[in-house]
């Protein structure tokens, strides 16, 4: 699109992998075994920073991977994808995140969230400083750390069928400026219109005002507990009693999860620390009752052994299992028939980086000819789209920790620093 900028910044590090499978492969067993008893399946299975497309029948295995987050709504695959923009200047950086969705069949984008801010500074800023001109930011005398910083981010949390989690967090620290900015908090979006839903939207008026309440007074008990805690001594929790006070519920700022593959609400307070940094904290996911749109999202999230050895999707004619390695940073991803016929058999299908999201079948109804063409496009340009670097990944690590009270919560800081650690 005219205008944006089509380098990555100092600040917001663009992680877009190679394709890891660029070509089709075929698994290896007995020609004849493979040809009497492995399943007519084709599925995408998500799983660490990658999308699997997976092929099977009569002529053998195909598999293909991409970096690219698809999700499936009403029969429709949805790429989500972040594009960044900015400028950089000898002492001042700016750097923006926009979420996107593009509709594979009808190859148009709907931008899902943007935040005015960064750009607006930019504005500003150059209108201020008439003399100063743009830098290459990957310039070896590039300054680490400017005086002028304002940037926002997005991390992308989790999506179930029409909608999508994220966070976006925000940092405003300009030289000679008002005063520092810096603020986080979380958001649902219905990836098909870019709308921004609130629990009632998702959940109906009496499930939500019921959840809130819960929610609410969850985070009266957390607190209580953290100042029993503080006040006993715990060293931890005597450091987060010194914040406790800024943190404010807000029924709005919360995302959908899933436990054992039922609906969930995770809510993330914002608060600020001593130094005027963004902290959240996250309260413990509070299950729901399912509403309508739960029924086809249940089916592509995964199902754990009791004994959390193995993880399943279970499919009429066949199942994919995913069996974790020892320390638990990969998945072994295999194939079974579930029809009987010719005994029981298992053909590998790849080695995939941990943990498995979700599992969108696509044989039944099966994909037709324009929109698996269209799918093969969206692996084949899912590093670009018009000029953009894009990105589209979940949380690959966790920002950094500050000291917990016991139990379960989590209170992370949010502030976003000149030289981040590459996720």
Not at 14 to 21: P, Q, R, T, Y
Not at 90 to 104: G, H, K, V
Not at 119 to 132: A, I, M, V
Not at 338 to 346: F, K, L, N
């Amino acid at each position: 699109m005219p205008g944006l900028s089509q380098r990555m910044t100092r600040h917001l590090r663009v992680k877009a992998s190679a394709l890891a499978m660029a070509v089709w492969g075929t698994a290896c067993d007995a020609p004849g075994e493979l040809r009497q008893a492995l399943p007519a399946a084709e599925f995408l299975f998500a799983a660490g920073d990658s999308t699997y497309w997976v092929r099977s029948g009569g002529e053998g295995m195909r598999v293909r991977s991409a970096p690219i987050l698809l999700t499936q709504v009403d029969g429709r695959l949805f790429e989500i994808f972040i594009g960044d923009d900015g400028a950089e200047y000898p002492d001042a950086s700016f750097a923006t995140a926009r979420l996107w969705a593009r509709s594979l069949q009808a190859r148009d984008s709907t931008l899902l969230f943007a935040d005015s801010t960064v750009l607006r500074e930019l504005t500003d800023w150059r209108r201020r400083h008439p003399q100063q001109t743009e830098i290459d930011p990957t310039d070896e005398d590039v300054v680490d750390d400017p005086q002028t910083v304002v940037q926002d981010d997005i991390e992308i949390l989790d999506v179930h069928g029409p909608y999508l989690t994220f966070e976006h967090l925000l940092n405003v620290d300009i030289d000679g400026g008002p005063e520092h900015i810096h603020t986080g908090r979380r958001y649902v979006v219905d990836v098909r219109s870019g709308r921004v839903m609130s629990l009632g939207d998702l959940l109906g008026p009496k499930e939500s005002a019921g959840v809130a309440a819960r929610a609410r007074a969850s985070l009266t008990q957390l607190i209580d507990s953290i100042r029993t805690a503080g006040n006993g001594g715990d060293d931890r929790a005597a450091i987060a009693m010194e914040t406790l006070d800024t943190f404010t519920f807000d029924s709005t700022s919360f995302g959908i999860t899933d436990l054992a593959r039922e609906p969930a609400v995770a809510f993330m307070v914002p608060g600020r620390g001593l130094d005027g940094e963004a902290l959240a904290l996250h309260l413990p996911a509070i299950g729901v009752s399912p509403p309508v749109w739960w029924k086809p999202v249940k089916t592509t999230l995964p199902e754990w052994s009791a004994d959390s050895s193995i993880v399943r999707w279970d499919r009429s004619s066949y199942r994919i299992a995913a069996r974790p390695s020892p320390d638990g940073d990969a998945l072994a991803l295999v194939l079974s028939s579930r029809s009987g016929v010719g005994g029981q058999h298992e053909w590998p299908v790849a080695t995939v980086g941990a943990p498995a999201y979700q599992l969108i079948a696509l044989e039944s109804p099966p994909l037709d000819s324009a929109s698996r063409a269209a799918l093969a496009r969206a692996f084949d340009v899912s590093t670009a789209l018009d000029g953009m670097v894009q990105r589209a990944r979940y949380r690959g690590t966790a920002p950094r920790s500050v000291p917990e009270a016991p139990s379960r919560w989590r209170l992370t800081s949010h502030r976003v620093t000149s030289n981040p650690v590459a996720p």
